[in-house]
């Protein structure tokens, strides 16, 4: 479209194109203000008036009305002719403006539907982390009290299968988070060797898991290196029960070694887990990191798993600041490894007492009122089995209110506090008991597990937190934070804050 027009900003000549797209003609301009023809608005007028007496630069978006009464987009720019007359020229972008709509509200109504989805994710882990609290809480009560061997098989396999499902739930909410970029990271500072012995602990859980009798483990570590490194102990854990747990899977028979070198010159260490297993073709060393790719299929083989480990470890590692690679041939095994930035380098200094297991110290709180507020009578029966041992008068709340009534007419010593509560929630509650009673220890005892969960937890008044499913010792520990008093207990107390 092309108009020519004063400096005045009176309608001289109209193009075919003008009278095609908005209808109105150069006739039309004689005698009236075209301008208040096609912008009515005052105020939007004098936005118009005002950009094309002053010759900016660019094009300008307008909304025209037509010769019809339609509103129109379009997209204006306007240069000075050496007679001083102005020549406007328009692009119709009513179907560009349209489109851009679309857009927009598929993108909204995407958004909206991965907030459902990642909201109906997180209670659905809440659904399944409440029962399972009961599930796996009982089996190890149970553990105390049988003794045939078939017995304790069948308690083996509900506790490794219920771990493989908390596992798997984990995984899912993982990458519902990787989906809206909301995995994140809090660095702390430890020393590498500390990271191996939780590694340590680790396979021996998992080998209880797998049963894998013909598969053995190795460590090789720098033996005079200290490593202290800034990361997140939680995330870094992550991706090596990951890449130990793929590879117990895929071996049957050999060796699994674990470690990490040391890296000076460009101040890094690199993990890696490398096994005698089925191997991986080269050609797929870059999918295997890709979401939902599994290489063996179902039809060829038994392994298990749901394709998104490798991606949710790939991730982490960026953002702990390194890369994650494999080397592997069909038949030969794989080695998996994964750099990480480390801060210092310092000779390496055993001390012995650190390097003894610590064990739990079961208290004796004969004389504590110890109130659990748990609405699910499962998993409060299963707490009150726990702390048995305890000696404490344990005291039981269902709802909300009921649990600021107890505290505040009873001298309760310590308390659980569910989040999820009828009538008033744990946030609820916390703060009213804040209001009279700002010392007691509250723990929330929840089947929110997310970081950012526990951060809101702390932050709304709770002394811990811990989440479901938990065991005894999870329960025996965070209450020896407040009634057991040893050099130890610090250390302990780490694993709740």
């Given at each position: 479209m092309v108009s020519i027009f004063d400096k005045q900003i009176d309608s001289l000549f109209l193009n075919k194109a003008v009278e095609k797209i908005t209808g109105w003609k150069t006739e039309d301009a004689k005698g009236k203000d075209l301008m208040k023809l096609a912008y009515p608005d005052p105020e939007y007028r004098k936005e118009a008036v005002e950009f094309m007496a002053s010759l900016t630069p660019g094009f300008k978006d307008l909304i025209m009305r037509t010769k019809d009464g339609r509103d129109i987009d379009t997209t204006w720019t306007n240069v000075e002719i050496p007679d001083g007359r102005r020549i406007g020229i328009g692009i119709d972008i009513t179907n560009r403006k349209e489109m851009e709509q679309e857009l927009i509200t598929a993108k909204e109504k995407a958004e909206k539907e991965n907030l459902l989805r990642y909201a109906f994710i997180q209670n659905i882990s809440h659904e399944i982390r409440t029962p399972m609290n009961s599930i796996l809480g009982y089996a190890e009560l149970l553990y105390n009290r049988v003794t045939e061997d078939d017995e304790i098989e069948f308690l083996d396999a509900i506790s490794q299968s219920g771990d493989q499902l908390l596992r798997l739930i984990d995984d899912i909410i993982d990458f519902s988070r990787l989906d809206k970029d909301e995995l994140t990271i809090t660095k702390e500072e430890i020393s590498v060797n500390e990271i191996i012995q939780m590694t340590q602990q680790l396979i021996s859980g998992l080998?209880?898991?797998?049963?894998?009798?013909?598969?053995?483990?190795q460590f090789k570590v720098p033996s005079d290196e200290n490593i202290i490194i800034s990361t997140d102990v939680h995330r870094l854990n992550q991706v090596l029960t990951n890449l130990i747990s793929n590879a117990i899977r895929y071996t049957d028979k050999g060796i699994i070694e674990v470690g990490y070198n040391v890296y000076e010159n460009e101040k890094e260490i690199t993990f890696f887990v490398k096994d005698t297993g089925i191997g991986i073709a080269k050609e797929n060393h870059s999918l295997v990191f890709e979401r939902f790719i599994r290489l063996h299929d179902d039809s060829q083989s038994i392994i298990r798993g749901t394709g998104l480990g490798l991606t949710i470890c790939k991730h982490i590692v960026k953002l702990l600041g390194g890369e994650i690679g494999v080397e592997s041939s069909p038949g030969e095994g794989s080695l998996f490894y994964f750099t990480h930035p480390f801060i210092e380098q310092k000779p390496l200094q055993v001390d012995r007492n650190d390097t003894e297991e610590e064990s739990v110290v079961y208290p004796n709180l004969e004389n504590y009122n110890l109130l659990i507020a748990e609405d699910d009578i499962f998993s409060f029966q299963m707490m009150k089995h726990m702390l048995s041992s305890t000696k404490a008068n344990i005291l039981h709340a269902d709802t909300g209110p009921s649990t600021v009534e107890i505290?505040?007419?009873?001298?309760?010593?310590?308390?659980?506090?569910?989040?999820?509560?009828?009538?008033?929630?744990?946030?609820?509650v916390i703060k009213q008991i804040r209001q009279f009673n700002e010392s007691l220890p509250v723990v929330a005892q929840t089947a929110n597990a997310l970081p950012e969960d526990r951060q809101k937890i702390i932050n709304a008044g709770f002394s811990a937190h811990i989440s479901k499913p938990f065991s005894q010792e999870?329960?025996?520990?965070?209450?020896?934070?407040?009634t057991y008093h040893s050099e130890k207990s610090p250390n302990i107390w780490k694993k709740y804050e």
């Open positions: 080998e209880k898991t797998y049963n894998k009798k013909d598969v053995r483990f505290v505040k007419n009873n001298n309760i010593d310590f308390l659980f506090l569910d989040i999820r509560l009828p009538e008033l929630n744990g946030y609820q999870d329960l025996i520990y965070v209450i020896n934070k407040f």
